[in-house]
């Protein structure tokens, strides 16, 4: 075989969908990954992390086969590096059969909705995060997951407004004169944005960033202006009220697309500077400062990312904020508006590719219930009639990324459950497994995918063969129904017809117009990328919402949402605390709040055992950050070995006592349990709460309190 090169697409949970270039040699082997150069968004470079992916393909740690738990291993936490040693290798037929036989046992005795299948955005390509899979879940009957884990809430508050998952263009923040990185880790989260940023910077652009952690983006922001966790809505309301008062809003715009202004007006009445400023922690003379320039400055853009929704009130803080530029007008010029996703441009059939359809057909004989994936700990524990017997994990490492941890080890523990997990690792997920499946990466299958920062089309080509015997999603799945004997025609559609069916390729009647003429051929012939086919042609940025009519109950923009209003929701944002915040527990027992983040240099729990990873993240791994004023009180120094705790439990990390963040406020990072000092990472502490929006969780809006050790942490991984 000659020397090639492939394009790939990174399919990691992250906005930049970048287009990768694979140098394959002679060997079959991966040797070098690039950023695709020919990709308008990627332009040819790659995140710290993906640069060195080669890493975690090749890793020794890789899981390469199909493993069964000894009769005598007991499940729990394993020691990283000898997981191994607690199962023993069997091969594909084997695991298949087991697992037809077991998941068909189990539905004959407690009825098919006894079956969980777990599973997110491991790989957010179209086929990997969601085809087979759902077919063979839905046709078996087994439970529905409701995947709000990450990004539901905020969806649900843009839908509401704007009625489509839109924003401005990526490339158009080139244009922009005012840009917010609100709740947005640029720097670390969505990298591919910050050139344009920079470009506008050097033509005369300001860049604000609001959040109550210093990122690497507010350091290197004109202005960073620290909010207490939560209080979003109070701010977005604050500002409109200025801007109202103030006169600095479109009156035209908002006459002729928006619905509700006067309901608003009566609403902002109740958000004047003063209270404002107490609420968010926010001095009075900024807020009035940040209204006016947004007000007068234009194009004003606003990167909303999704760390506003992870609270009690986050639904309302995202449906706020996205009322600024429909306040303003901001969408009529190109490079305003607001961005925080553009994942409604891509109508895959996402009905023909998951066909609900086949629960009716199932022994159930009708939709079967939902399960919200952000309670599994309550799922796995407490759900009855019928409990959850069986648990299939892919795409997804819930021992570690689940919130109120202590519950979903619990529920893992049982030895009564059924759990298989699909998998490239030994994560902390995999060792409660009773199977574990051996899963391909990006470089060893092929996939369609859209995105979530951009507006690009890509197909993924397999770079290389699949390593040991890892295989991917839809292979599993489709072996498992072929194995379960469900013999409906979709069962054994192709990976050709299943991208083909998600384009609707060649359907030129029903197409969407934006996918209108592409196929995976097409793609092909493009270089892997196509841009969405908008009609304003092919090169020029594409500016939503500049005009209606708009595709919500009312055709416009939604200040006051009869919608919400119906579903018991409040029709119009308001400020509420958190139930867990120094805003409601004002002399509690846990006085800090405590933001338990994501790293620059991981992926969620994605990457945390790969070394050349862990040794970017040295400062971070097991530390807390902390203000030196609560270290003081607490009379905690510099690296002091420290306890974090609260009622759902405590950790043991190292303090860092002139943290990125105020006081009042602790932060620390997701690790893997296994390589942390006491055996759990920070969703030991977070909680199971749901929010005010699409049943998400509320990862940002937990008390804790923090003292010193009694005995130093000595054993770090
Ligand atoms: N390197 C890296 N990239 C990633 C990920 C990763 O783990 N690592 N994860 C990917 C995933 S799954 C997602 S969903 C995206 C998400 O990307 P983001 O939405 O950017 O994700 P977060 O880091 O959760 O939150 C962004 C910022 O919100 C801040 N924040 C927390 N609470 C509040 C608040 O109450 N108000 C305000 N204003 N800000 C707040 C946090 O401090 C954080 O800096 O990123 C993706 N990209
Ligand atoms: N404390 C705290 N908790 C959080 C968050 C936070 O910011 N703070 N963020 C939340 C958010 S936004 C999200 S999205 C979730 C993310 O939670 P998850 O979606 O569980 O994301 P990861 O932790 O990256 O785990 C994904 C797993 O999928 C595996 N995988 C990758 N590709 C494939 C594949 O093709 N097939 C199979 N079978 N497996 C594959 C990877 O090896 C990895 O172990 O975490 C949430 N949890
Ligand atoms: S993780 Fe994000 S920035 Fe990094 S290569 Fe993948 S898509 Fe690009
Ligand atoms: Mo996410």
Not at 207 to 214: C, E, Q, T
Request: charged fraction near 25%; include cysteine.
């Amino acid at each position: 075989m000659a020397a090639k090169t492939v394009h790939a697409v990174c399919s990691h949970d992250c906005p930049d969908s970048c287009g990768v270039l694979v140098t394959i040699d002679e060997s079959g082997r991966a040797t070098r990954l690039r950023g695709d150069p020919g990709h308008p968004v990627t332009r040819g470079f790659l995140c710290g992390k993906v640069a060195k992916y080669l890493e975690r393909v090749y890793s020794p740690d890789r899981l390469l086969y199909p493993m069964r738990r000894r009769a005598d291993a007991p499940k729990g936490p394993l020691e990283h590096r000898r997981e191994a040693e607690s199962f023993e290798r069997i091969s594909w037929d084997e695991a298949l059969d087991t697992i037809a036989a077991r998941l068909d046992a189990i539905a004959r005795q407690y009825g098919p909705e006894s079956i969980l299948p777990y599973s997110y955005a491991g790989t957010i390509g179209v086929l990997g995060y969601g085809s087979m899979d759902r077919r063979f879940f839905h046709r078996l009957g087994a439970s529905q997951l409701d995947r709000t884990i990450c990004a539901t809430t905020g969806g649900e508050a843009l839908l509401s407004v704007y009625g489509r998952k839109l924003g401005t263009d990526t490339e158009a923040f080139r244009n922009a004169r005012f840009i917010v990185a609100w709740g947005a880790n640029i720097h670390g989260n969505n990298i591919h944005l910050w050139p344009f940023i920079e470009e506008a910077r050097r033509n005369g652009a300001k860049l604000v960033v609001i959040d109550p952690y210093a990122t690497r983006t507010a350091k290197a922001a004109d202005w960073y202006i620290p909010i207490n966790p939560g209080t979003d809505s109070a701010l977005a309301l604050g500002m409109m009220h200025i801007l109202v008062r103030d006169g600095l809003y479109d009156q035209e715009y908002v006459a002729q697309w928006t619905h509700g202004f006067d309901r608003l007006c009566q609403r902002i009445a109740a958000y004047p500077v003063e209270r404002v400023s107490t609420l968010t922690g926010i001095p009075a003379a900024d807020i009035e400062r940040l209204a006016g320039e947004y007000g007068t400055t234009t194009p004003a853009v606003i990167r909303l990312n999704y760390g506003v929704q992870r609270s009690d009130n986050g639904g309302a803080a995202v449906r706020a904020i996205a009322m600024l530029p429909a306040l303003t007008g901001a969408w009529k010029r190109l490079g305003g508006g607001l961005q925080l996703s553009t994942s409604g441009a891509f109508r895959w059939d996402s009905a023909a590719l998951e066909r609900p359809d086949l629960m009716l057909s199932s022994p159930l004989g009708r939709p079967a219930r939902v399960v919200n994936m952000s309670r599994l700990g309550h799922a796995l524990t407490e759900l009855r009639d019928p409990a959850v017997h069986a648990l299939f994990v892919y795409n997804s490492n819930p021992a570690a990324i689940a919130p109120d941890q202590g519950a979903v080890l619990r529920g893992l523990s049982r030895p009564d459950l059924f759990t298989v997990v699909h998998e490239q690792f030994f994560t902390d997920t995999a060792d409660y497994a009773d199977l574990v499946l051996p899963a391909t990466t990006f470089l060893e299958h092929r996939d369609i995918q859209g995105a979530y920062g951009h507006y690009y089309v890509q197909i993924s080509d397999q770079a290389i063969e699949p390593l040991g015997e890892a295989r991917s999603n839809v292979w599993l799945f489709t072996g498992l129904a072929a194995r379960m004997g469900f013999t409906e025609p979709c069962f054994r559609d192709t990976v050709d017809e299943l991208m083909a069916q998600a384009l609707r390729a060649g359907d030129a009647e029903n197409q969407d117009p934006w996918l209108a003429g592409t196929t995976p051929q097409s793609l092909r012939e493009n270089g892997g990328i196509e841009r969405l086919h908008f009609s304003e042609g092919p090169r020029r940025p594409f500016q939503p919402f500049g005009e209606g009519p708009f595709p919500t109950p009312s055709g416009k923009i939604e200040f006051f949402s009869e919608k919400l209003a119906a579903e018991g929701v409040d029709p119009l944002p308001a400020f509420r605390p958190a139930a867990e915040s120094r805003h409601t527990a004002e002399g509690g027992p846990y006085p800090l709040e405590f933001l338990p983040r994501k790293s620059d240099n991981y992926m969620n729990s994605t990457f945390i055992n790969l070394p050349g990873h862990r040794e970017m993240e040295t400062a971070h791994n097991g530390v807390l950050e902390m203000h030196r004023d609560d270290a003081a009180q607490r009379g905690i120094a510099e690296g002091d070995a420290v306890e974090v705790f609260n009622d759902r439990g405590s950790l043991r990390l190292r303090a860092h006592v002139d943290g990125a963040v105020r006081p009042g406020v602790v932060a620390a990072r997701v690790g893997w349990n296994k390589l942390s000092a006491g055996g759990h990472n920070v969703n030991l502490l977070t909680s199971q709460r749901l929010n005010d929006l699409g049943g998400g969780p509320v990862f940002y809006s937990v008390l804790v309190d923090v003292r010193r050790a009694l005995r130093s942490t000595a054993k770090r991984a």
